[in-house]
């Protein structure tokens, strides 16, 4: 029986053969073109700017906000539903949150499915366990999310703008996820202007943060700061990149690539810049089809 790993490698071998994309071998890194485009590919590599192909049996999206894979789905909450795109299928289905309109998503270690949600008088994370009936989970602290994370062992982080930006941690407790002991991170420095993603180092446990300071309107934009246990305790050390208006945080299986999203002065079209990772060295940027929420494949999980 084959491995994940390897139908993995298989499919992405397949997928790039097809195409005629040099670099069989190479991982993806897939992007939510929205409803026009489908789900967009391109073959990960240095300097990459290579032009996306579509993935078969993707299109329809109706809009899009962030995306997760498991290895074998890629799932995008559209502010609406969820939309689950087979990998080994090449089917694209959607399936309702009944817990409210999904904003973000993540997988845990275990393939647990997070879902940051917003409802017209309140906010949630809901948490799809593989082999257990769905729940949601309440925190007082959350009023707005927007970006999603998961560490490790279980712990939720999702940044919030508005009234109160910043990131909220979920503890994990003994029955999963405890919204009863969630708190506002007291992060130095602190979320400035808009919070625009969250990701967690799965090898390390170490929280990144992106942010833009400015908010959209020039200056110091595309700041990436990451925090070492315990968050908030020790001063972070940040990045900044100096992106336009940069939203969207991801890291490559094994940690050693960084991408976020950007968009140009007066808006699209968007674009997925690479860098190295812990460096920050710039590897390119990949464009070519409106790219939105992204996410690499094969994907670590958590992611």
């Known amino acids: 029986m084959k491995t994940q790993a390897s139908l993995l ?19 993806l890194l897939v992007a939510a073109g929205g409803e026009r485009l489908g789900l967009q590919a391109w073959a990960v590599g240095p300097l990459a700017r290579a032009t996306p192909f579509e993935l078969p049996g993707s299109r329809g999206l109706l809009g899009y906000g962030g995306m997760a894979s498991d290895g074998a789905r890629v799932v995008i909450g559209n502010g609406t539903t969820l939309a689950v795109y087979d990998l080994r299928a090449r089917r694209l289905t959607f399936v309702p949150d009944r817990f409210g309109h999904p904003l973000d998503v993540a997988f845990g270690r275990d393939g647990t499915l997070y879902v940051a949600n917003l409802r017209a008088d309140s906010a949630n994370v809901a948490v799809y366990p593989r082999n257990a009936a769905p729940r949601q989970v309440g925190c007082a602290a959350l009023v707005a999310p927007d970006h999603l994370a998961v560490d490790d062992e279980g712990d939720i982080f999702v940044t919030q703008n508005g009234a109160r930006p910043g990131v909220v941690e979920i503890p994990a407790g003994p029955n999963g996820p405890d919204g009863a002991r969630c708190t506002a991170l007291a992060l130095d420095p602190g979320v400035a202007g808009y919070a625009a993603g969250v990701a967690i180092d799965p090898k390390t446990d170490d929280l990144l943060v992106l942010d833009n300071p400015s908010r959209c309107a020039g200056g110091l934009e595309g700041r990436v700061t990451v925090y070492r246990r315990p968050y908030g305790r020790a001063r972070g050390r940040s990045l900044v990149l100096g992106r336009n208006c940069a939203s969207g945080l991801k890291l490559s299986a094994g940690s050693t690539l960084l991408y976020l999203g950007d968009e140009g002065t007066a808006g699209p079209p968007e674009i997925i810049l690479q860098y190295g990772y812990p460096s920050g060295r710039y590897l390119g940027a990949y464009g070519g089809g409106e790219p939105g929420a992204f996410v690499p494949l094969p994907a670590p999980l958590p992611n």
């Open 9 to 27: 490698a298989t499919l992405f071998a397949n997928a790039l053969a097809a195409h005629g994309t040099a670099g069989a071998s190479a991982p």
